[in-house]
């Protein structure tokens, strides 16, 4: 069964730092591009990043570009977001997701449970 | 806001056909693009419905089903139960300048 477990959400001010991270199993993880996905109530749902299987692609939405890392360790199962200079619009829910393959990447076909990051004073 | 288009709600009764309407544009629907669906309760994360337009995932119940025509895109669901009350998601590929994988803003189903 594939399960992403997602976890590392919490409080952080805004201007800090925090490192998300999606454990995965029930597949073999190198074989799969994942991604990160937010959600929020005003926006809704909002792609982030997206990484290779291999890690030698990564893409970014231009509203975390330059902010946010995406990483994974494929010996660890293990998928990361590393989220710095944190705005207050930064506040979501975080869930990582697995590509779709359908000829290329269409879309995401099995989700983390999501973890919250709200960006405060 | 969103990239791709959706309305905030629909309601029908149990046993009714509902359709959900999803528009886009010539950059990520209309470029003939994969649209998928998802469904999501509250406080749980989205599942696959729909991929490739008109796919069904295994275990998806054959009363959902997908369209797409144009710059647009449909989900269908043929005699609503109290069950599919929850909350529905297009998701397109875009091509241009919004981002790689875009979504509508959602529709909350009310039965």
Known sequence: EVQLVDSGGGLV????????????SGFTFDRHAMSWVRQTPGKGLEWLAYISGTSLETFYADSVKGRFTISRDNAKNSLYLQMDSLRDEDTAVYYCARGFWSGYYTGFDYWGQGTLVTVSS | QSVLTQPPSVSGAPGQRVTISCTGSSSNIGAGHDVLWYQQFPGTAPKLLIHGDSSRPS?????????????????????????????????SYDSGLSGRWVFGGGTKLTV
């Open chain 2, 59 to 91: 275990g998806v119940p054959d009363r959902f089903s997908g369209s797409k025509s144009g710059t647009s895109a449909s989900l269908a669901i043929a005699g609503v139960q109290a069950e599919d009350e929850a909350a529905y998601y297009c998701q």
């Open chain 1, 13 to 24: 001010q805004p201007g800090g730092s925090l490192r998300l991270s999606c454990a995965a």
